[in-house]
Structures are given as structure tokens and as C-alpha cells.
């Protein structure tokens, strides 16, 4: 999980005087203050919701241009299409990868389909509540937008699941059927297969330099989960403009800190 959000102000010092701290969080410093600065560029041109998905586009395209330039010298992965065993986790999002999510909705379904997701999104989202990803991994609850093994935003997904790529398919399917004994391994240094640490480490440090961008011009840059805040924003687009949602409306879908685990509230 990442840091707590620092003051906006101290950013840039703290990224600089204690980089052993960010690394810990699977930070890059570099990407973060750059993401940070850039979308703050952005920012002063506009706060408006087609401003903040052009920014968050923005954010992913260079996050992408970067893990491409660096996947050669990494590891290879085994991650393809129809592998969905990492699937079943808390995904973190900001306000503007969730608008993005929306968007895309909104524009691959008619009004009947986007009502019947908006039932099964809330149902999932019920499932998840107060669970970390350990439980859901336990539970095999996986993501609201996983059908068939396939992720149907697969164009739209959030920062977080861009960044997690895996040395074997194995080494995830046995995270989501033997949680326990795989984490044990792991600890153990037994364990055969890995995720990969470089692009998790400028997937974090890019959407933590966002949410740092919007907390320092005012705007929520809160993390929520995906599918639980999918859930309330479905049922609010049904009864009002997305321009009148507020993060009130969302605090049911934060990650907060419960026994050690981020979880999001028992809200539905
Ligand atoms: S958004 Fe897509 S890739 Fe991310 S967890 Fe959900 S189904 Fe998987």
C-alpha cells in the first residue's frame, strides 16, 4: 500500500531527503515528482471533469511510454490475456481514473445495460465491503469488471492494474487458492515466481504524483476502491449530475487502515 499522503507543500523535499522511505513503498522519486509536476501543469489549466480524464490520460500514456522503454531489461512476465488470478484484490483509484471508468461505460452501453451493471457492480461492491485483499483473495471475490476471465475496461483500467505483472502465471494462482501458505513461502524465500517490482514501483509513484497533484489545488485526491466506488457512482449517475458528486459521496468507497489492511467501510 502506499504512504499517506504527505502536505503538498513538503513533497518535493521528502521525495528528495528520504528516498530509502519511498523505495520501502515501492516508490520511484523520480516518476513521482515528475507525474506531480506535469499534472499540476495541467491543472492550472482547468479543474473541470473532460480536463482531469485528459489529465489522467496523460499520466497513463507516459507511464506506459516509460514501463515500455524499460521492459527489455527487466524479467520476462507471464501475463496474458484471459489470466485474471491477480484480479481479486482491493484496486486503489483517484477521482480522475474513476471518471475515466465512468466514461467508458457510459460510452460502450445503452441506458437498459448500464442499469442492469450498475445492479451487479453494487452487489460485488456489497461482497467486498470492509474485506482486504487477503480476504477477498480467501474468498475469491474478484473485480466487479472481470467477466469470463477477461477485464471489460481492459482500455480504461486504473493505474494499479497496469503495473502488475507477474514472473508466472503460477506463482498468482497459487496467491489466490493457497493465500497462507504462498505468502508463508514467499517470506521464506522458498517461493518460485515473483511480481515484478519495477513497473509496480512507476505505476504507484505515477498515480501517487496525481493524487499529490490534486490534494495541492484543492481537489480530492483521495484513493478509493474500484469497485466498491464504481458501485456509488452508478447509482448516483441514475438520480444526479456527476458534476454534483461529492467525495461525501464516495468516503464509503476509501481505502482506510484496519488491523493493518487497507478495507473499504461496511457501507451497503
Ligand atoms: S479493472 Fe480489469 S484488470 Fe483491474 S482488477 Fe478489474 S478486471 Fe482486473
Not at 486503489?92 to 466514461?103: C, G
Request: glycine share 4%; with cysteine; proline share 4%.
Amino acid at each position: 500500500m502506499l504512504p499517506k499522503t504527505l502536505g503538498s507543500g513538503r513533497l518535493k523535499d521528502s521525495v528528495k531527503s528520504t528516498p530509502q522511505k519511498w523505495v520501502k513503498h515501492l516508490i520511484e522519486p523520480a516518476t513521482l515528482e515528475a507525474i506531480f509536476c506535469d499534472s499540476k501543469a495541467q491543472l492550472t489549466k482547468g479543474k473541470g471533469q473532460n480536463n482531469l480524464v485528459e489529465i489522467v490520460n496523460a499520466v497513463i500514456d507516459d507511464t506506459d511510454a516509460l514501463w515500455a522503454e524499460l521492459e527489455p531489461e527487466q524479467p520476462n512476465h507471464a501475463c496474458h490475456k484471459g489470466c485474471s488470478w491477480c484480479c481479486h484484490q482491493n484496486v486503489s483509484v483517484t477521482w480522475p481514473e474513476l471518471l475515466k471508468v465512468l466514461l467508458y461505460l457510459v460510452k460502450m452501453n445503452n441506458k437498459k445495460s448500464i442499469t442492469s451493471l450498475a445492479k451487479s457492480i453494487k452487489i460485488h461492491s456489497q461482497k467486498i465491503a470492509g474485506k482486504s485483499s487477503n480476504h477477498r483473495f480467501d474468498k475469491k471475490l474478484a473485480c466487479a469488471f472481470l467477466k469470463g476471465n477477461r477485464c471489460t475496461i481492459h482500455s480504461a483500467r486504473p493505474l494499479q492494474c497496469r503495473g502488475g505483472f507477474s514472473e508466472k502465471e503460477q506463482y498468482c494462482r497459487d496467491l489466490l487458492e493457497n493465500r497462507t501458505a504462498t505468502q508463508s513461502k514467499i517470506q521464506n524465500r522458498t517461493c518460485d515466481g515473483k511480481y515484478l517490482v519495477a513497473p509496480k514501483m512507476i505505476y504507484n509513484s505515477a498515480q501517487l504524483g496525481l493524487s499529490q497533484a490534486l490534494h495541492d489545488e484543492n481537489l480530492d485526491g483521495n484513493m478509493y476502491e474500484l469497485t466498491a466506488a464504481m458501485a456509488i457512482l452508478m447509482e448516483h449517475l441514475e438520480s444526479k449530475s456527476l458534476n454534483e458528486v461529492t467525495p461525501d459521496d464516495l468516503a464509503p468507497a476509501l481505502l482506510t487502515k484496519s488491523k493493518g489492511e487497507y478495507v473499504t467501510s461496511n457501507f451497503l
